[in-house]
């Protein structure tokens, strides 16, 4: 037990040292259970031509009813706006999720954009919405369970 539980700090430090991470930030959801009115808002001010990856971080517990998750996710500053309806994959076909992580919580992390470029260096805002339902019907989920963290990690591109 005392091994493990180094080898999972020893992990933790490697992992928070690398260097291409230019902004992180997570939000806890409440109750662990994300209403569908709920937007997630974060605020991140770029270099102009930098290339960027940008990921979303989902935190779930075994309450998470569904194999993936459905995103809206909005990009927006002064002058435009980008929003985008994603999904993604959060448990193999056996049930198994996905994401890494030890017990009961799972972090997942989700590219949303790959060697993306900012043409200025206005702030921009991230708006994050879960807009998962159930099969066959319209409406959304009013209270998605079991997610306890949505977050944003921008790392710098290495790609030419």
């Known amino acids: 037990m005392k091994n493990s539980l180094y080898l999972i700090l020893l992990a933790m430090l490697f992992g928070a040292c690398n260097r291409d991470i230019v902004f992180e930030k997570t939000v806890d959801i409440n109750n662990l259970s994300w209403h ?43 002058k435009t706006k980008i929003t985008d309806t994603l999904e993604y994959e959060m448990a193999d076909s056996k049930g198994k999720w996905l994401g890494s992580g030890i017990w009961d919580l799972k972090e997942s992390k989700l590219i949303y954009k790959s060697n993306f470029t900012f043409n200025d260096t206005l702030t921009k805002r991230f708006k994050i919405q879960q807009a998962d339902r159930k099969s066959g019907e319209i409406m959304g989920d009013n209270n998605l369970k079991g997610i306890a963290t949505v977050g944003i990690v921008i790392e710098k591109s290495n790609q030419k």
């Not at 974060?42 to 270099?47: L, R, T």
């Not at 960027?52 to 075994?62: G, P, S």
Request: hydrophobic share 40%.
């Open 36 to 78: 569908k009115d709920s937007i997630v808002q974060m605020q991140f001010k770029p270099e102009a031509q930098q290339a960027y990856n940008i990921y979303f971080l989902i935190r779930n517990d075994n309450d998470y009813p569904y194999s993936n998750l459905f995103l809206i996710a909005e990009i927006e500053d002064a």
